[in-house]
């Protein structure tokens, strides 16, 4: 593990934080390699496919810092080894009340810039 690659994904993560908190879905867009795939649970219903779902539920309502939602990212866990990494963040208080355990896959492009391949969620 080197903690060069380790600071840019954190790096990375600190971004998806950034840009969902703000909606910045022009940021957002750029942390997700083309092919990134999405997959959970919200309660019961479980859902998988593109991350257009979770681009137009951003794009549709006012952003959760100019609502002033208590939102909280922590970034909980992360490992890379070569060209591969996976990290676990735990959010509190998105779009004022939900609690989303996310855990990323990411994979180290070809100018070593890491991308999130999937997103997997979980509604807490």
Known sequence: MSQKDISKVKSVLNDYIRGT????IDLLR???HADAIMSGFKGELFETGSLEPFFADL??????????????????WVMAHEQIAS?????????????????????????GEWL??????LFV
């Open 59 to 76: 794009a549709s309502r006012a952003s959760m810092k100019s609502a002033k939602d208590p939102y909280h990212a922590d970034i909980i």
């Open 116 to 121: 999130i391949i999937s997103k997997l969620f």
């Open 21 to 24: 908190y703000t909606a910045d």
């Open 87 to 111: 990290a676990t963040l735990y959010q509190t208080g998105f779009f004022g009340t939900l609690n989303i355990e996310d855990h990323f896959h990411l994979v180290k492009g070809e100018t």
């Open 30 to 32: 750029k942390l997700f």
